[in-house]
């Protein structure tokens, strides 16, 4: 039998949400971080109003 390890997130960077007309800093950040091998991805907070761009990690 196999269990698996709960998942966590590590939050690598957050940003305000309602960035200037025409850009989307949360997304440019998890791009670079994907082109630098890391797998980010972007959730929001909605109890901060903000984008985190998070990455999952394994409980130890």
Sequence with gaps: MTTALPSQR????RFPTGPPRGSWPADEY???????GTDAR???DVATDQFL????????
């Design 10 to 13: 590590t939050v690598l960077e």
């Design 30 to 36: 998890a791009a670079t971080q994907r082109a630098q």
């Design 42 to 44: 972007i959730v929001m």
């Design 53 to 60: 761009v998070v990455t999952d990690t394994t409980a130890q």
